[in-house]
């Protein structure tokens, strides 16, 4: 008996591999477009910048309070991010589509590499 399944679907782009590094330990792959793995250092420069212009209570943020011999020396938000918030903001803020996808370590050398 033949067993009867949903045909694959063709992917909507050519795909570039990139490698995300955070910490020198944290390693995440991703598979883009062309549009992005072409551009994905100048990306990361725009989520930068993107991070820099966030102000108070914000998914990519966490209240710290700094404090020193009982007294509250310093408090406010700082920006916590790495791989899965790129990626977010790439899907979500910047292209308003699915354009990076996690996937496994992949066999072949990624395209480019990049830092947090």
């Known amino acids: 008996m033949m067993s009867l399944s949903k045909p694959r679907q063709a992917k909507e782009w050519s795909a570039i591999i990139i490698e995300i590094i955070v910490y020198h330990d944290q390693f995440t792959y991703i ?33 710290h309070e700094f404090i020193e011999n009982g007294q509250v020396v310093l408090q406010g938000y700082v920006n916590v991010f790495g791989a899965e918030e790129f990626i977010d903001w790439l899907n979500v803020v910047r292209f308003k589509r699915e354009v990076a996808k996690v996937i496994p370590k992949p066999y072949e050398p990624p395209a480019a590499t990049i830092y947090f």
């Open 31 to 63: 598979d883009c477009p062309d549009e992005v793995g072409a551009n994905i250092r100048a990306l990361q420069g725009e989520f930068d910048e993107f991070l820099r212009n966030l102000e108070g209570n914000h998914p990519f943020r966490q209240y």
